[in-house]
């Protein structure tokens, strides 16, 4: 769905990062989670220093994007916003109990089994990759989310989607995944690879994908 001013559903976003957290800053995930029910949105873009300031911190506590609110409810944390966008399409979440608790499940999942482990090795490949603990430490982690990768793995098997249809649950598995930063560690889980690569060519992906990225201005440096 394009944004449009007069949504009810507001999400906020930076004006600016820099070019390697472009296409990745957690806004994408409840943009994305729109795109997929059909719902339409409006964009709330944010500098740094506003983030940081008391008023938005009534919002948002920890200063981050994305924030949420709409018509009834306003939250932080991208995955619960998925949960209430999710809510409100049967696309996104089973209206069932058993479905709709399953989702929640890997919803969790995804945010406390597999990201804390990828995002380990991130901030080694990405902020510390030259940093001497870092090069000690990195085998460990590496060892660590191969084993988290493997139980992930072993679960989806052969399904295209964590619970056979795409779910809310899979913008934030994919997301998660899509963060990896060893190239050769997701090589050794094809179905976990194809999973991702299948997750991120849904139009609805690059959509939002394609929102967040015309978002940012140009990098003030260069220009």
């Known amino acids: 769905m394009p944004i449009d001013p007069q949504s009810d559903i507001e999400i906020t976003g930076f004006v600016w990062v820099p070019d390697f957290a472009r296409g990745f800053v957690r806004d994408l ?9 059909g719902l339409s949105y409006r964009e709330r873009l944010l500098d740094f220093d ?18 949420y609110r709409d018509a009834e409810v306003q939250m932080f944390e991208s995955g619960a916003m998925v949960l209430r966008i999710a809510e409100r399409s049967e696309t996104l979440m089973p209206r069932d109990a058993a479905g709709r608790c399953r989702v929640l499940t890997w919803v969790t999942a995804a945010l406390n089994s597999v990201e804390p482990f990828v995002f380990d090795l991130v901030n080694i490949d990405t902020f510390n990759k030259d940093a001497e603990w870092a090069r000690l430490r990195r085998p460990q982690v590496i060892e660590t989310l191969r084993g988290r990768l493997g139980d992930l793995s072993g679960w989806l098997g ?4 964590l619970e056979g249809d795409f779910t809310a649950a899979d913008i934030i598995m994919a997301t998660v995944l899509r963060e990896v930063s060893d190239d ?25 994908l394609d929102a967040q990225l015309a978002s940012f201005a140009p990098d003030p440096i260069a220009a």
């Open 184 to 208: 050769a560690l997701m090589a050794e889980f094809p179905n976990l690879l194809a999973y991702r690569t299948r997750c991120i060519e849904r139009p609805a992906f690059q959509r939002a």
């Open 50 to 67: 506003t983030a940081k300031g008391a008023d938005y911190r009534r919002e948002q506590p920890f200063g981050q994007v994305p924030a």
């Open 158 to 161: 052969d399904r295209d989607y």
């Open 29 to 37: 995930r409840p943009r994305w989670a729109c795109e997929e029910a």
